[in-house]
């Protein structure tokens, strides 16, 4: 497959002008990271906007972006597509689902949040998708998952227009949307018999199972999406529906995570590990908490977009750097 050159020349550059984490923020993280669980959405709120201040100061810009593309008709079924300032070959992409307990959230949480994550793929040479979706409880089960396979179909519907690639399009899900994104990947009664066209997933801090037991301080938003059925929590959750033919599949977690999110995440490992006879490439972050997870990328602190990169390259069978 061919190089994108043109993109690699710009990276060192790139890389100089990233901003680092202070260590006032690490020493915040270290303080809040054993107590996380006591004001989750406190916690979310403040690592939002120590992130956000971090990734203002970064006077680069990695991408021409063009916001909210409407791929459906409801308000929520919008996307904002970011694009590498010169490209010359079709462009691999990753499509990125944001979290927010199946009840709430937006793909841009802040100015800076999550547009993050799409900023540093195209700074390495790939397009990237910041998508929305419908809530519950208006829109239930598996509706999130079935307006991913919408973005797919946008996605290889554009793909001449823009420069896609589509053998090589990722997925990647945070929290609540790495749930819609596995079920959405995993999930046959959902993406169909033509398969997700996907070339490969990435789960961030995914809450893969449906749990609404009572270590889940977040048991009722789950119950908002998924109901209370026992077996229908289990029927509806992707580590259900792992198999040897799942597609390629990198996780990883934060050292200090929304309660049982680790645990579901190293479920996730295991099943897929089991069906297809060889571990999935697995992260932990040291020091990182469940919203630093995401937020931190893009910063100078670079382990997990580097894993991830790996990741796309090794899926792909192309060297992006």
């Not at 020349?9 to 993280?29: F, G, K």
């Not at 227009?161 to 819609?180: K, N, P, V």
């Not at 509806?236 to 999110?261: C, G, R």
Request: proline content about 6%.
């Amino acid at each position: 497959m061919p190089r994108i050159s043109s993109i690699s020349r710009q990276i060192t550059s790139i890389d100089a002008v990233r901003p680092s984490i202070p260590d006032a923020l690490y020493a915040l993280m270290a303080q809040i990271g054993p107590r996380w669980a006591e004001d989750i959405s406190g916690h979310i709120r403040l690592m939002i906007e120590e992130f956000s201040k971090i990734h203002a100061l970064c006077p680069a810009e990695y991408a021409r972006v063009s916001k909210n593309i409407a791929y459906g008709g409801h308000p929520r079924q919008k996307l904002d597509l970011f694009l590498p300032p010169s490209a010359r070959e079709a462009l691999p992409l990753i499509i990125f689902v944001h979290g927010g307990a199946f009840v709430e959230g937006d793909r841009n949480r802040s100015p800076q949040i999550y547009s993050n994550v799409l900023h540093y793929f195209a700074s390495r040479g790939i397009a990237g998708i910041n998508m929305g979706y419908r809530l519950a409880p208006e829109h239930r089960y598996p509706a999130a998952s079935e307006d991913i396979g919408s973005v797919v179909r946008w996605a290889q519907d554009h793909a001449i227009e823009f420069g896609l690639d589509t053998r090589r399009i990722f997925l990647m899900g945070h929290s609540a949307g790495a749930a819609h994104a596995g079920s959405y990947c995993y999930d046959r009664r959902i993406h169909g018999p033509a398969g997700p066209s996907l070339a490969g997933l990435v789960v961030v801090s995914g809450r893969v199972r449906a749990d609404i037991s009572g270590e889940n301080p977040n048991a009722k938003k789950v119950a908002a999406y998924y109901g209370t059925d026992a077996a229908f929590l289990d029927a509806s959750s992707p580590v259900s529906h792992v198999d040897a033919a799942s597609v390629p599949t990198f996780i990883a977690m934060a050292q200090f995570e929304n309660p049982l999110i680790d645990v579901h995440c190293m479920e996730l490992a295991h099943k897929l590990a089991a069906a297809k006879r060889r571990a999935p490439p697995v992260l932990w972050l040291r020091g990182h908490n469940h919203t630093s997870s995401i937020a931190h990328i893009n910063t100078a602190e670079d382990l997990l977009g580097q894993s991830i990169l790996g990741f796309i390259r090794q899926t792909s069978g192309e060297l992006l750097d």
